[in-house]
């Protein structure tokens, strides 16, 4: 968006942005009586500051408050640069002094405006000039508007914050708005340091699409903005997870932030919100850019968060943290008294976000990387590095990100404990916040709550908390007893397959390196790459000199990088987790043994979870989680001689082809045709074009590029010497095809399957010159990239890769019609690892180029697609009698659930953790809950509810006469009109010519 600077254009959008502005302003009303600090003389409601990267204006609208002059003084910095351009009442510029005086008798409010030259200021408290309670600094580009909300000169401490969030959607048409205030008296708008909804800019763009997901009463939007500057950052993003399809990623994202902020509400009990957001994460300035020549504001967020930016798909835990915030600071804010750093808060944030993760995705690594990583570094260095200020990453950052959410969970299983599962962390957060909206809540109110109205003193365990005293032998009992072991495991395993293709001992040396020396918030959420790559690298460096590893080689390259903290390093690892630790894991990675195997294991995986779609695959699953204990046990070559059969047995299932048709069988399976019948709906037409013409489907099977050869570019090799020993990277065919929508690429491979110790990427050449290099685009296939295409169902990885990347994207990176594609694979070191190492050689491993034209590349004809046409069902009925004797015996339990709930002004009910079993004379066993009643003067609603099991059993025996009816459905292709009246006109015409016959 571009505003003239011609006269004629200022006025229009003045008016425009004024009147809009002022509708908004009357949209609410908010109960005024509360306020009783006396406005100053000239109230500002805003400051509109207009395209400040090149030169613009500013509008400054005020309540006069019954003066007859408003004076402003202008700083001495930027009062020789500005010039008044228009004002609503007569003004005089006093340009030495900086004074701005207006005659505003007899005019409740008056406005003014001035332009400048370029951005040379900011509003800053102690700079001279009157500074407006509320100043709306707008940054307003071609494409992109951002406003920062900056905070007021004083907050009444009598008035109750209440946000409402601005959809201004009709000051700019066809822009998507956030915008947030958090008071509002009378016609004014308050615009402080904290809002309910934001914490952030003001952000306004020309929409590109909006991703929105609805979970009841909460709505999360996720907008795409046309802007370069704030789009090319989500594509940024794709680089780093994969989602190249970025409306499908902000939908998935979307998605999943709605139902984990339902989730964390409804864990708390406290009211949700009615939307959130997501926006795209844009740096402070651009690469270049000084500080007053294009931008004058940050997407940067604090630690007060209503709206967080875009994160990578695997960091969901990081994500809902960052919306936990929303209800834990401020709002409904809890704290211990007189603790050193903010330990409720920011222990419940990590606690209650990456639960919240785990349940929304249904997958465990969040709680994996949530509480064992914390216990062990706790249970290593804590008494040293809680009171380290200043030396690496210790004190409060230890405190805040490895103590705090460890001390949540330590008082979330007293809690269980204490109420037999009545009560957790949550449910108290919730209750004793409830009706304490905007006040800071104490430890001592949450422990005088659960001990007069559930009986339990937790002053004690509140104090080891705040103390940073928590009971060691404790804290290990509840580690034990649950499932934090298993959900580690499952931790371990996606990072190792997606991230380092490296044993359990190298991820607790990562663990051990952030222990004693590198910063937990960035090594925790869940997983820092690039600190991993620096330690790896460092350790291998050590060890280049050596082919065999010894346990003190290995103690002494850790103590190297630990400061000598880790002598004690496989005791205490092995003690603590129960894995198997040991030198041998790391020699194996160091000599490529560990990654080679494990790459086979992941590739056999994958085809597993593909053909599973169709087929029962158990016992293949069964076999790769023997080779992987066999792999973890230490024992390689019983590991891979598993999967090196198990990868055999896979090829066989993923070819066979019963029928001969081109389509393997479980593909028909998979897509609904006969694996016996070449024409399963005897259309005269294969069942591969019935299934197939005019289709690509990412599936990992070639099948569908053979249907639809005539729309296919393909280069294939007669023959290629592949010399490296990792699988997957001997190129084949490479196969491009398009519809309107989507790139589709296919590669092949001699030395199948392909593995994840290949770094895959596609090049697109723009330029269509080999021998330039700045004018390529380069996406890469590798892990852990492959987390956000599997995920949004963009690419398969096995014997066969498919990948689809939207022609949107490639627009949007600014690939023409032509352009040189090339399959590039390399990787590091004789190891193989798919990532940088820097003291390991890169090593060129493979490539193939092929010239794609989209004009000229036939387009998938998905609009005419054959298909297997519409079958009638014939059915046919049978009918069996049965006379059989049953015994059968009943055992039938009920589960039902006492709920007690009570308003505090009444009676109410609470249960005991006591209980009475009693057995009746149908042998049914109730347990229930003794109750006791005692009266509370409050407002708030307290709902308990105990599940209590009812189980009644019982044998019977009768005989039965059962009649079966059976219908079996036959699908055949439906007769067309025109020939079922032809044969019908055809046998009409036999049996008179039989009948003739008899006759004569």
């Known amino acids: 968006m571009t505003i003239n600077t011609n006269g004629f254009t200022i006025v229009i959008w003045f008016v425009v942005i004024l009147t809009v502005l002022y509708t908004s302003i009357t949209t609410y009303s908010l109960d005024t009586t509360q306020q009783t600090l006396a406005p100053p003389t000239s109230d500002i409601e805003y400051v509109l500051h207009i395209n400040p990267e090149g030169g613009g204006w500013v509008l400054v609208k005020f309540r006069t408050h019954g003066a007859e002059k408003a004076v402003f003084s202008i700083g001495d910095y930027i009062r020789d640069f500005i010039e ?10 006093d340009r030495s002094r900086g004074l701005l005086t207006l005659e505003v008798a007899g005019h409740e409010w008056a406005w003014f405006n001035y332009t400048f030259p370029k951005l040379v200021w900011y509003y800053s408290p102690g700079e001279g000039g009157y500074l407006p309670k509320r100043v709306l600094i707008v940054d307003v580009g071609k494409e992109h508007v951002q406003l920062w ?6 907050q009444p401490s009598s008035l109750e914050p209440s946000s409402v969030t601005i959809r201004l959607d009709g000051v700019l048409r066809n822009w998507f708005v956030i915008a947030s205030y958090t008071q509002r008296i009378g016609d004014l708008l308050y615009f402080s340091e904290y809002s309910l909804f934001l914490h952030s800019p003001f952000l306004a763009g020309k929409l590109y699409k909006l991703a929105e997901s609805r979970v009841e009463t909460i709505t999360a939007y996720f907008p795409l903005f046309s802007s370069d500057i704030l789009l090319n950052d989500t594509l940024n993003m794709a680089f780093y997870d994969g989602t190249y399809d970025i409306y499908l990623g902000a939908q998935y994202k979307a998605d999943i932030v709605a139902r984990g902020v339902y989730t964390m509400a409804k864990l708390l009990n406290l009211p949700s919100l009615d939307r959130v957001y997501m926006f795209p994460l844009r740096k402070t300035l ?29 960091r969901i835990g990081h994500i809902l943290h960052h919306y936990a915030a929303i209800w834990l600071n401020g709002i409904y804010d809890l704290e211990f008294e007189n603790a050193s750093e903010r330990i409720w808060y920011k222990g419940m944030q990590d606690y209650l976000g990456y639960v919240a993760a785990s349940i929304v995705t249904k997958n465990p690594i969040y709680n994996g990387s949530l509480i064992m990583p914390r216990y062990l570094i706790y249970m290593r260095s804590f008494e040293e590095r809680k009171s380290a200020m200043g030396t690496g990453w210790g004190g409060p950052v230890y405190i805040k990100y490895v103590y ?70 404790m804290l290990r009992g509840f580690i034990e007893q649950g499932k934090w072991h298993d959900y580690f495991y499952s931790y371990l395993d996606f990072i190792r397959e997606n991230f380092t293709l490296a044993p359990d001992t190298l991820h607790m040396a990562y663990l051990e390196y952030v222990a004693w020396k590198a910063d937990p918030e960035f090594a925790l959420y869940p997983f820092n790459q690039w600190l991993y790559q620096t330690m790896i690298s460092e350790l291998i460096r050590y060890f280049n000199q050596t082919n065999i590893i010894t346990k003190d080689e290995f103690i002494n390259a850790l103590n190297r990088l630990t400061g000598g903290k880790s002598t004690d390093f496989f005791e205490f690892y092995s003690n603590y987790t129960h894995l198997n630790v040991s030198v041998a894991e790391v020699e194996a990675f160091i000599n490529g043994t560990y990654p080679r195997i494990l790459g086979k294991l992941v590739a056999a995986k994958k085809m597993i979870n593909m053909i599973s779609r169709a087929i029962d695959t158990s016992s293949f699953y069964e076999e790769l989680q023997r080779a992987y204990t066999y792999l973890k046990d230490g024992d390689y070559s019983g ?156 690419g398969c990885f096995g014997d066969v890769i498919e990948i689809k990347i939207p022609l949107e994207t490639l627009q949007l990176l600014h690939v023409n019609n032509k352009f040189i594609l090339i399959v590039w694979i390399d990787t590091w070191g004789d190891i193989g690892l798919p990532y940088c190492i820097p003291s390991l050689p890169r090593r060129y491993l493979d490539s193939q180029s092929v010239e794609v034209d989209l004009n000229s590349l036939h387009i998938l004809p998905t609009d005419k697609v054959v298909g297997i046409p519409f079958t009638k069902t014939v059915t ?3 009918t069996t009698t049965i006379t059989k004797t049953i015994n059968t015996t009943y055992t039938k339990t009920k589960t039902t659930t006492a709920t007690a709930t009570h308003t505090i002004t009444t009676s109410i009910t609470i249960p005991i953790v006591r209980t009475i079993t009693t057995t009746n004379i149908k042998k049914e066993t109730m347990t229930l809950p003794l109750t006791t009643t005692y009266t509370k003067t409050n407002t708030r609603i307290i709902t308990i509810t105990v599940p209590y099991t009812v189980t009644e059993t019982r044998t019977e025996t009768k005989t039965v006469e059962r009649t079966t009816t059976t219908t079996i459905k036959l699908k055949e292709p439906i007769i067309a009109p025109e020939v079922k009246a032809t044969l019908i006109l055809l046998i009409v015409t036999i049996l008179a010519t039989l009948v003739l016959i008899c006759r004569r």
């Open 84 to 93: 008044i351009s228009g004002s609503s009442t007569p003004y005089s510029y």
């Open 149 to 154: 909300p900056r905070m007021l000169f004083f």
């Open 286 to 314: 651009p690469e270049g850019a000084g500080q007053a020549q294009n931008y004058i504001n940050d997407l940067g967020l604090y630690d007060r968060l209503g709206v967080f930016h875009n994160d990578m798909i695997w």
């Open 404 to 473: 705090a959410p460890l001390a949540m969970f330590y008082l979330d299983n007293i809690l269980r404990n204490a109420t037999r599962g009545l009560l957790d962390i949550y449910k108290l957060h919730g209750l004793v916040v409830a009706d304490k909206k905007w006040q800071l809540v104490s430890d001592t109110e949450a422990a005088t709550l659960l001990k007069k109205e559930f009986g339990i003193d937790m002053s004690k365990y509140f104090d080891e908390v705040r103390n940073l005293k928590l009971n060691k032998t």
């Open 639 to 794: 590991a891979e001689n598993i999967v090196d059969r198990l990868l055999n047995k896979i090829y066989y299932v993923k070819y066979q082809d019963t029928d001969g048709d081109y389509i393997p069988d479980w593909v028909e399976l998979l897509y609904g045709t006969n694996p016996n019948s070449r024409d399963t709906d005897r259309d005269n037409i294969s069942d591969l074009h019935d299934v197939f013409a005019g289709r690509i489907f990412i599936d990992c099977d070639i099948s569908d590029w053979i249907a639809n050869s005539k729309y296919i570019l393909n280069i294939t090799r007669d023959k290629y010497v592949d010399n490296s020993p990792i699988l997957g990277n001997a190129i084949k065919s490479v196969y491009v095809a398009r519809d309107n929508k989507y790139l589709y690429i296919a590669i092949e491979f001699f030395d199948k399957p392909y593995t994840v110790q290949n770094r895959l990427t596609l090049i697109f050449d723009r330029d269509m010159n080999i021998h330039t290099f700045d004018d390529r685009i380069n996406i890469p296939l590798s892990i852990p990239r492959t987390i956000g295409i599997e995920t949004l169902g963009l």
């Open 876 to 878: 046919a009925v049978m």
